[in-house]
């Protein structure tokens, strides 16, 4: 049986590296918290949150997400393929921010993290070894 590359996977872990070496400004200018989104009605409000679950700020923070993302994210998207995986990471991330938003609307601390995409590969690799026992 031949494998499929993580395309989708690779692209997302160069997104999530790339951008934890923007500047410590920079990266703070690109978050965006519940409040500023509540309030602000803007796509690019949604774009700003939706990149922030690609940032980080410690290491440990992107290892830790990393090391999950990159084992859970090449089985699910052997199995699955490359256009499903990319939906349910971008589910993934906009469900963690409706949750978010919705469970602490008026917060001023910023989004952070990619804890969202990884619930979602972690949900999906659940779903898929059920179904295969």
Same mark, same amino acid.
């Not at 395309?7 to 590296?17: E, M, N, P, Q, R």
């Not at 990319?86 to 469900?95: A, D, P, Q, R, V």
């Given at each position: 049986?031949?494998?499929?590359?993580?395309?989708?996977?690779? +692209?997302?872990?160069?997104?999530?590296?790339?951008?934890?070496?923007?500047?410590?400004?920079?990266?703070?200018?690109?978050?965006?918290?519940?409040?500023?989104?509540?309030?602000?009605?803007?796509? %690019?409000?949604?774009?700003? =949150?939706?990149?922030?679950?690609?940032?980080?700020?410690?290491?440990?923070?992107?290892?830790?997400?990393?090391?999950?993302?990159?084992?859970?994210?090449?089985?699910?998207?052997?199995?699955?393929?490359?256009?499903?995986?990319?939906?349910?990471?971008?589910?993934?991330? +906009?469900?963690?921010?409706?949750?978010?938003?919705?469970?602490?609307?008026?917060?001023?601390?910023?989004?952070?993290? =990619?804890?969202?995409?990884?619930?979602?590969?972690?949900?999906?690799?659940?779903?898929?070894?059920?179904?295969? %026992?």
């Amino acid at each position: 049986m031949q494998t499929k590359q993580p395309y989708v996977v690779f +692209i997302f872990t160069l997104a999530f590296v790339t951008l934890f070496f923007l500047p410590e400004e920079t990266k703070y200018n690109l978050l965006t918290s519940p409040l500023e989104l509540v309030y602000s009605h803007t796509w %690019s409000s949604f774009g700003k =949150a939706l990149l922030s679950g690609f940032m980080h700020i410690k290491l440990s923070h992107l290892l830790g997400n990393l090391t999950l993302f990159v084992l859970l994210g090449y089985i699910v998207e052997e199995r699955l393929g490359h256009l499903k995986t990319l939906l349910l990471l971008l589910c993934s991330g +906009i469900g963690a921010l409706a949750l978010h938003v919705g469970h602490m609307p008026f917060s001023p601390v910023k989004f952070l993290g =990619a804890s969202g995409f990884v619930f979602g590969l972690l949900a999906a690799y659940v779903k898929l070894i059920k179904k295969t %026992s």
